[in-house]
């Protein structure tokens, strides 16, 4: 099945850098592309839904690439904030219509914004 | 915004006790998704239905079952938990239409089993 690889599991960075977090996934197959955000002790906080039809999507202060010959999806965070500080998931679906929500997470990436 | 409440948002269980974890949505899906959240593993997924009266398995179905009695309610259910089991449960809905479709994540619940 389905397997995806996210990187880093920690990042670092100051307050005003761009992060970058990257997830690869197995299923060239895969059509629908999630990046959720999760702040301790809650929920999933969907940040953004990519078709794989679109390679580049702006949301407020980042930007998701999906690279479909590479099989990779990333976000970059282009000036991060102490509120950015949260644990974030990629989440891949290789199937359409009904089973769309039979999600593949990615391991997840702790990031922390110094002030 | 979708509402998706899970309960109990904390339990705490015996090794060879039975669990019941209940979810409920107001927003008619049809869609219903369990996953449980381990440290190093991100969210995987347990048990799924299309609708009242489906279960279907996940990925890491053994040791749970599920229940869907009716559209609102979705129920993940451990016979015999153990240890193992110890996790962060999610519960989620979408509405398995054609095309794309979103899903709603609940708050969780955090299941201790001693």
């Known amino acids: 099945g389905e397997q995806v690889e996210q990187r880093p599991p920690h990042l670092s960075v100051r307050e005003g850098d761009s992060a970058v977090i990257t997830c690869t996934y197995t299923?060239?197959?895969?059509?629908?592309f999630f990046w959720y955000k999760q702040e301790p002790g809650a929920s999933l906080q969907l940040l953004m839904k990519?078709?794989?039809?679109?390679e580049i999507n702006e949301g407020q202060g980042f930007t998701v690439l999906l690279n479909k010959k590479d099989t990779r999806l990333s976000l970059n965070l282009t000036a991060a904030h102490p509120g950015d500080s949260a644990a974030y998931f990629c989440?891949?679906?290789?199937?359409?219509?009904?089973?769309?929500?039979?999600?593949?997470f990615g391991h997840g990436t702790i990031l922390r914004v110094h002030p | 915004e979708a509402a998706v409440t899970q309960s109990p948002r904390n339990k705490v269980a015996v090794t060879g006790g039975k669990v019941t974890l209940s979810c409920n949505q107001t927003n008619n899906h049809n869609n219903m998704y369990w996953y449980r959240q381990d440290t190093g593993h991100g969210l995987r997924l347990i048990h799924y239905?299309?609708?009242?009266?489906?279960?279907e398995k996940g990925d890491i179905p053994d040791g749970y079952k599920a229940s869907r009695p009716s559209q609102e309610n979705f129920s993940l259910i451990l016979e015999l938990a153990t240890p193992s089991q110890t996790s962060v449960y999610f519960c989620a809905s979408g509405d398995g239409g054609q095309g794309f479709t979103e899903v709603f994540f609940g708050k969780g619940t955090r299941l201790t089993v001693v």
């Open positions: 299923d060239p197959n895969s059509y629908y």
């Open positions: 239905s299309y609708g009242a009266g489906s279960t």
């Open positions: 989440a891949v679906s290789a199937n359409t219509g009904a089973n769309t929500g039979k999600l593949t």
């Open positions: 990519v078709f794989s039809s679109t």
